[in-house]
């Protein structure tokens, strides 16, 4: 059974920093492109972060372009958010998700594996 745990959330202050962890357990995860979304309280989820199969490609919301940094390691079947300059507006639970689609998407539809989320709140 396929599982991705997400680890890494908790509460901080504006301008400070996040890691996000996702760990991948019963999936031949180089097949699989990953991506971070999340979820505000009252709001839909949104696409946050994707990253290629291998790595070489990312995408991400531009909201938080330049602040948050999605990478992997298929060595270790992890992948991270690092996210840096936290913003109230940042506060949310975050999925990892993983697609077998080709590419990067930023479609929830495209993505067959999610976690279970973990919390971030940022306070200002």
């Known amino acids: 059974q396929v599982q991705l745990v997400e680890s890494g959330g908790g509460l901080v202050q504006t301008g400070d920093s996040l890691r996000l962890s996702c760990a991948a357990s019963?999936?031949?995860?180089?097949?699989?492109?990953m991506g971070w979304f999340r979820q505000a309280p009252g709001k839909r989820r949104e696409f946050v972060a994707a990253?290629?199969?291998?790595?070489?490609?990312?995408y991400y919301l531009d909201s938080v372009k330049g602040r948050f940094t999605i990478s992997r390691d298929n060595a270790k079947n992890t992948v991270s958010l690092q996210m840096n300059s936290l913003k109230p507006e940042d506060t949310a639970v975050y999925y990892c998700?993983?697609?077998?689609?080709?590419?990067?998407?930023?479609?929830?539809?495209?993505?067959?594996?999610w976690g279970q989320g973990t919390q971030v709140t940022i306070s200002s």
């Open positions: 998700a993983a697609s077998s689609r080709n590419g990067i998407s930023k479609e929830e539809s495209d993505y067959g594996y």
């Open positions: 990253i290629s199969r291998s790595g070489s490609s990312s």
């Open positions: 019963e999936i031949t995860f180089g097949a699989y492109s």
